[in-house]
């Protein structure tokens, strides 16, 4: 089956970066979008970034837009989000997200999912 699993995440002071990392196995990576989400406690489930299957389409909420970036790297599977100027607000358990068919900025319709990394951001 298809598996995903995130790393990266830990405790950061505000202004920081961190690079969070996703790895699929089981699947075909290359052919799918992925998405990155996060949760804070509390709060609904949120739309980070997307990419399209060959990193030709990118999204972004605008909470983060010029301060996080996704990329993949097809070769090896995985799919990164560099989170940069990081802000207290941004504390939260990031999700990536594998969708067999599209692009989506919702999380309705993604077919895989990770356990979660924490990103906690202190100020």
């Known amino acids: 089956q298809v598996q995903l699993v995130e790393s990266g995440g830990g405790l950061v002071q505000a202004g920081g970066s961190l690079r969070l990392s996703c790895v699929v196995s089981g699947g075909t990576f290359s052919t799918y979008a992925m998405g990155w989400f996060r949760q804070a406690p509390g709060k609904e489930r949120e739309f980070v970034a997307a990419i399209s299957w060959n990193g030709g389409r990118l999204y972004y909420a605008d909470s983060v837009k010029g301060r996080f970036t996704i990329s993949r790297d097809n070769a090896k599977n995985t799919v990164y989000l560099q989170t940069n100027s990081l802000k207290p607000e941004d504390t939260a358990v990031y999700y990536c997200?594998?969708?067999?068919?599209?692009?989506?900025?919702?999380?309705?319709?993604?077919?895989?999912w990770g356990q979660g990394t924490q990103v906690t951001v202190s100020s």
């Open positions: 997200a594998a969708d067999r068919l599209r692009v989506g900025r919702t999380d309705k319709g993604y077919d895989y």
